[in-house]
């Protein structure tokens, strides 16, 4: 064999040995590639890629697995983000309330009683109206079955203390226990914590109007006075409500505190004719800075 056949021979070799290393290179390429694979699919963890050139600072976490998306709420859901309500302190209570048109309140003090609040309820469910009930604690605590259907029935009940004192001897301590004791059983029974207040006696003071803005409630007093709490008769109440009738006014009557079937009947006659004058009797709403 001469020395350039044996040079061809060599280089015959050489190639074949090269293209032979490539391919066992490739396959154990693909063999670590596959194993990794199974991996990942026993153990559940993903599989990382090479790292990609980064513009700032390196992640501080690894990427969330997708199936722990479901344990994470969705940003659009939720309850809305509410503002804070604030209850401005007053210096007087308020006296009549807005509205558009013929719009008039009608409020009853000192109950819940059983022998006279269901019939004034009664009344109002037959003429499909709303009213104000502003209760006592000592009398709402046992019968707390009327707070409830007050509510059912689209009623707002406001907190006139527990035992109805005159607040203006009474000391600020005395004045918030006598309030929030009432605030609690309406919250209990009515399902909602009192918006309104107001004075027994019609006796406000400084005390009075913070710590029921504290306790985040409105003072509301009366534009008329049906002076039923005196037992004038049931005719003399009806002539109050139809003389003071007018946009705006909050009428005070009776539903507790001694002999009140004359409001009742008084109810019965003066509600429909303020229907058929035009008058929207209805609750107030709460403005709120």
Known sequence: MTKDQLLTRLSSTAAVLTRRRALLACAAAVG????AGV??????EERVGPALPAAGPPPAHRAVKSSAYRLQPLTGYGPPHT??????VRHEPLLKVSGRGRTMV?????????RYTPHILDTLAEHDVRAMFFVCGEMAVDNQDLLARMSDEGHVVGNHTWSHPLLTRLTRSRIRSEMERTCD?????????????????????????QLGAELGMEPLAWTVDTLDWTTPGTRRIVGAVEHGAAPGVVVL???????????VRALRAYLPQLIDSGYHLTVPRRQYV
């Open 253 to 263: 009557s009776h539903d507790a505190g001694g002999d009140r079937s004359q409001s």
């Open 83 to 88: 503002t804070h309500r604030r209850t401005p």
């Open 185 to 209: 059983v309406i919250e209990d029974a009515y399902g909602e914590r009192p918006e309104w207040f107001r004075a027994p006696y019609g006796a406000w003071n400084r005390a009075a109007f």
């Open 39 to 44: 991996l990942a699919a026993v153990t559940g």
């Open 32 to 35: 670590a590639a596959g194993t």
């Open 106 to 114: 009608l409020t009853f003090d000192d109950g819940p009683d059983p």
